[in-house]
């Protein structure tokens, strides 16, 4: 876009020379006074994410931070958190993964959540193959984790460390974006996921199962995600990112 801006400024510019030069000295257009635009504004932040009241000790360094972060976190769910969520370089992963949900692809290595263990459980009917039913039960420890914590407890520990997560959305190459905009953006595309009947049927064309429909099969990572888990469950990870974004627009300026 900016050659072609470039692009269009030369010709405008080599156009206004040629009309200078060809007009008689009576008919140049005469100097007018030089109009100065004011600078274009910074991009609107619609979600900030101000702390309820001013820190009671300062945040680490983003380098540093995996400790606080960690056992924040640790304090909100248990223990047992450490089981499903991979909490070294934690501010980094969480990053990563929010901004590439409504993606093609997520990159695993960089996920915080660990991956559920044991194989994809299909069901077979002759040659079709679709999800198990039983499939869904893979989920339901991790279900169960994220809904044992109320929403606004998982804010505000968000909000209390949010200066960590933007910095590193700054360096994931967004210097003039806000992470919390990117965050209710993401959500509402998690929720705009579209309501399957079951069982979901699927083909594999190679080594890993892809969803028989071209149009399940084009959705984001996260939507995916969201129709590998099952509705049931689909269902109640809508309901907690509801909460959840309730919770994270509560401070957004009021139109």
């Known amino acids: 876009m900016k050659r072609v801006f470039v692009w269009l400024i030369a010709v405008v510019a080599l156009g206004a020379a040629a009309i200078l030069y060809f007009w008689p000295e009576s008919e140049k ?3 007018q006074a030089r109009v100065t635009h004011p600078p274009a504004p910074e991009p609107a932040i619609r979600y900030p994410m101000e702390p309820a009241e001013p820190p009671a000790e300062s945040l680490p360094p983003l380098a540093e931070s995996d400790g606080v972060v960690g056992d924040a976190l640790t304090a909100l769910f248990g223990q047992r958190l450490h089981k499903f969520v991979n909490l070294q370089d934690i501010v980094r992963r969480v990053v990563a993964t929010v ?3 409504p993606r093609e692809h997520i990159s695993q290595r960089l996920m915080p959540v660990k991956p559920v263990t044991g194989p994809l459980i299909t069901a077979k009917n002759g040659a079709a193959v679709a999800l198990s039913p039983e499939n869904a039960g893979r989920y339901q420890p991790y279900l169960l984790l994220a809904d044992a914590v109320p929403a606004q407890a998982l804010v505000g520990v968000y909000t209390r460390f949010y200066p960590l997560f933007q910095e590193q959305y700054e360096k994931l ?5 806000y992470f919390n905009d990117r965050v209710v953006q993401v959500i509402d595309h998690l929720l705009a996921t579209p309501e399957v009947q079951e069982p979901v049927a699927l083909i594999r064309p190679r080594v890993l199962y892809e969803f028989a429909a071209p149009e399940l099969e ?3 990572a996260g939507q995916k995600i969201l129709l590998r888990i099952g509705r049931a469950n689909g269902a109640k990870l809508k309901s907690k990112l509801r909460e959840v974004r309730e919770a994270l627009i509560s401070n957004a300026p009021k139109s």
């Open 173 to 177: 190459g967004y210097p003039d974006k």
């Open 29 to 31: 257009p005469q100097p």
């Open 218 to 220: 084009n959705l984001s």
């Open 99 to 101: 901004d590439n949900l």
